[in-house]
């Protein structure tokens, strides 16, 4: 089953500094969302970019679509302390009966 | 407003027993997703439910049963239960069945199969 995959696995910057996160898909999507986890709690949505959209930005994210090369970006600037946490892709596949396909995630670490 | 609740929020069990996770979803809402999170992967999901029918289901076996009520609330059951079972289990609540409308998680109910 087609699922994002994000690159790199971990990172870890000091505070301040930008942090870059990218995710690759296999199949035609509908959308792309980016997701924030604390602690292994419950999911934040932070962003969705459409497949028709190339980039799109909220507050200090931004997010980037090219669906010939079937990936896309994240960018946090200016990291907090607070950003750390787990950050997912997921995809919503053209042909996936409204369900999420999630990648493995990426573990972000901002060191004040 | 309150968002997605899950009850409860950790539990226990042992293989071969039956549990129940329940799922509030924010007032409004019709569409109620359940997903799987083992320990150091991504999200799978397991089912959605839209005006209390079944519009989705993911690649678990039928040890794992949903239903949605009329108030729009969901339960997830897993029988015989598995090690493999030992999970997170979130909930996502959305507006309409298609994913263009935002996705709303709970804090999840982490289940620990003994």
């Known amino acids: 089953s087609q699922q994002g995959e994000e690159d790199p696995q971990a990172l870890s910057i000091q505070e301040g500094e930008n942090a870059t996160m990218n995710c690759s898909y296999k199949?035609?999507?509908?959308?792309l969302q980016w997701y924030r986890q604390n602690s292994g709690r419950g999911l934040v949505h932070l962003i969705l970019?459409?497949?028709?959209?190339r980039e799109k930005h909220s507050g200090r994210l931004r997010v980037t679509l090219d669906t010939s090369k079937k990936s896309s970006s994240l960018l946090i600037t200016a990291s907090r302390a607070a950003d750390t946490a787990s950050y997912f892709c997921?995809?919503?596949?053209?042909?996936?009966?409204?369900?999420?396909?999630f990648g493995k995630g990426n573990q972000v670490v901002v060191i004040p | 407003d309150a968002g997605v609740t899950q009850s409860p929020t950790h539990l226990i069990k042992t293989r071969g027993q039956h549990v129940t996770l329940r799922c509030s979803p924010i007032?409004?809402?019709?569409?109620v997703s359940w997903y799987q999170q083992v320990l150091g992967q991504g999200p799978q999901f397991i089912f959605q439910?839209?005006?209390?029918?079944?519009?989705g289901r993911g690649n678990f076996p039928d040890r794992f049963s949903a239903r949605q009520f009329p108030n729009y609330s969901s339960e997830l059951n897993v029988n015989a239960l598995l090690l493999g079972d030992s999970a997170l289990y979130l909930c996502?609540?959305?507006?309409?069945?298609?994913?263009?409308?935002?996705?709303?998680f709970g804090p999840g109910t982490r289940l620990t199969v003994t």
């Open positions: 996502a609540s959305s507006f309409d069945r298609g994913l263009t409308y935002e996705q709303y």
């Open positions: 199949t035609s999507i509908n959308n």
């Open positions: 970019i459409r497949s028709n959209e």
């Open positions: 997921a995809t919503d596949p053209i042909y996936g009966n409204n369900r999420l396909a």
């Open positions: 007032s409004g809402h019709k569409s």
């Open positions: 439910y839209y005006e209390k029918e079944e519009r």
